[in-house]
């Protein structure tokens, strides 16, 4: 069974710029999350899809994220336009089941932006 | 604000001794707790978790504790083996909601 991907692994860009992330879960995962990690802090929730649709989006941190998850297989993560203070690791998680038990990591897309 | 604390950034321990890694947590609403693994250029791994209604959960060499009436909870992991050495994150989830809450981590070094 594949596990969770995240693309890029590595991107760095100007301020302003714009970067979209990607994130394909576990086949037949309904929940997929986004966290972030900024500079070895907490790893902050982001937002969570079941399926197509945003079942929660409080950690989103103001417009400039734009998160979808089209058909309900793989998601986005679009930072329109970046600041220096969304340089973090991006992850994205998915599991079966909501809320209890482990869910699945990818590992991470190191965001710089300079 | 930090609902879930890791205090200690690091952690150094001899191999075959005991590792103990601590969390407390502020949030009354948690009711079911995870620790997870991680590697280097990698994403967190669940390691083991533990559910409110009990105060021990133990899986080979790990052993979480919880202690509801002071909020922390804590990951033995005995003996300690050197592939044990990574950033260890506790983690949190609420029973109104799925929103799992992490803490900074704690790095594990188990020295050979």
């Known amino acids: 069974e594949a596990g969770v991907t995240q693309f890029p692994s590595h991107s760095v860009i100007e301020k302003g710029q714009t970067v979209t992330l990607r994130c394909d879960p576990i086949?037949?995962?309904?929940?997929l999350y986004w966290y972030r990690r900024v500079m070895g802090k907490e790893i902050k929730f982001l937002l969570h899809?079941?399926?197509?649709?945003?079942?929660?989006e409080s950690g989103m941190p103001n417009n400039r994220f734009l998160a979808e998850r089209t058909g309900g297989t793989y998601s986005t993560l679009k930072v329109q336009p970046a600041e220096l203070e969304d340089s973090g690791v991006y992850f994205c998680?998915?599991?079966?089941?909501?809320?209890?038990?482990?869910?699945?990591f990818g590992s991470g897309t190191r965001l710089t932006v300079v | 604000d930090q609902q879930v604390k890791q205090n200690s950034p690091s952690l150094s321990v001899q191999e075959g001794r005991i590792s103990i890694l601590n969390c407390d947590y502020t949030?009354?609403?948690?009711?079911?707790f995870l620790w997870y693994k991680k590697y280097p250029a990698e994403g967190p791994t669940f390691l083991i978790s533990?559910?409110?209604?009990?105060d021990k959960n133990e899986d080979g060499r790990f052993t979480v504790f919880l202690n509801k009436s002071a909020k922390h909870l804590s990951l033995h992991i005995v003996p300690s083996q050197p592939g044990d050495s990574a950033v260890y994150f506790c983690a949190a989830i609420p029973g109104n909601n799925n929103d799992m809450r992490f803490g900074a981590g704690t790095r594990l070094t188990v020295k050979p």
């Open positions: 998680a998915s599991s079966q089941q909501a809320g209890r038990g482990g869910y699945t």
């Open positions: 899809f079941v399926k197509e649709s945003k079942q929660d």
């Open positions: 086949s037949g995962h309904d929940n």
């Open positions: 949030n009354s609403m948690f009711d079911y």
């Open positions: 533990i559910s409110s209604i009990k």
